[in-house]
């Protein structure tokens, strides 16, 4: 049992270039969620997906985009990528009163 | 829309000290989590509190919540090195979304 888990771990990329962070759960949660944590900062929400084929914007959605065709997956599009978007990203799922997150995408725009 | 705010930022202490990092939120929340971060790792669920006078503790943490004065906190008694780490509390809001406050980062000294 795998829970969240995030690919890559790490990763740069160049400004303007685009990229997919993937996001699988095995829990069968309907819940899906993408946090955005600048340094020294909390977490920010970005989208979040309460079933598949439904998605929602969260508090920081501009420059990302996301998908949910089905229940495992929940990845997260970045277009043109800024040095603003320089973050860990988390996943996450819920399920009744608990959160589960992934072990964190680490990425460097420059 | 709920905000959540925690108090202090920063939070330097010795060790066997006994210290609170408050969390307040502003409007009405089902529950409210803490979590715990390390340096470049994922959120470690610490408490769910659920009901207004919740009290629930584990080992030198102990956390409660009054909804009433929209406030949890999370009491530290006899700090140890061990605990040094930054504290998230995150409250739920009424649209399936946890709203995380901006942490308290903990350095206990020995």
């Known amino acids: 049992n795998a829970g969240v888990t995030q690919t890559p771990k790490f990763r740069i990329l160049k400004i303007g270039q685009s990229m997919t962070l993937q996001c699988t759960q095995d829990?069968?949660?309907?819940?899906m969620y993408w946090y955005r944590q600048d340094p020294g900062m909390g977490l920010k929400l970005i989208y979040y997906?309460?079933?598949?084929?439904?998605?929602d914007k969260g508090e920081v959605p501009n420059g990302y985009n996301v998908s949910r065709s089905t229940t495992e997956d929940f990845p997260l599009r970045l277009e043109l990528a800024a040095p603003s978007q320089t973050s860990v990203y988390f996943c996450?799922?819920?399920?009744?009163?608990?959160?589960?997150f992934g072990q964190g995408t680490r990425l460097t725009v420059v | 829309e709920l905000k959540v705010e925690q108090n202090p930022l920063f939070l330097s202490m010795q060790e066997g000290k006994n210290y609170t990092i408050y969390c307040n939120y502003s409007?009405?929340?089902?529950?409210l989590y803490w979590y715990r971060q390390d340096p470049g790792k994922s959120l470690e669920s610490l408490f769910v509190?659920?009901?207004?006078?919740a009290v629930k503790q584990e080992g030198r943490l102990m956390a409660s919540l009054d909804t009433k004065a929209r406030l949890s906190t999370l009491h530290i008694t006899a700090a140890v090195h061990d605990l040094s780490a930054t504290y998230f509390c995150?409250?739920?809001?009424?649209?399936?979304?946890?709203?995380f406050g901006t942490g308290t980062r903990l350095k206990v000294l020995a």
């Open positions: 996450a799922t819920h399920l009744n009163t608990e959160a589960f």
């Open positions: 829990m069968n949660h309907n819940y």
């Open positions: 997906s309460v079933g598949a084929g439904i998605t």
């Open positions: 409007t009405t929340s089902d529950r």
């Open positions: 509190l659920l009901s207004n006078g």
């Open positions: 995150a409250g739920w809001s009424g649209t399936y979304k946890y709203i």
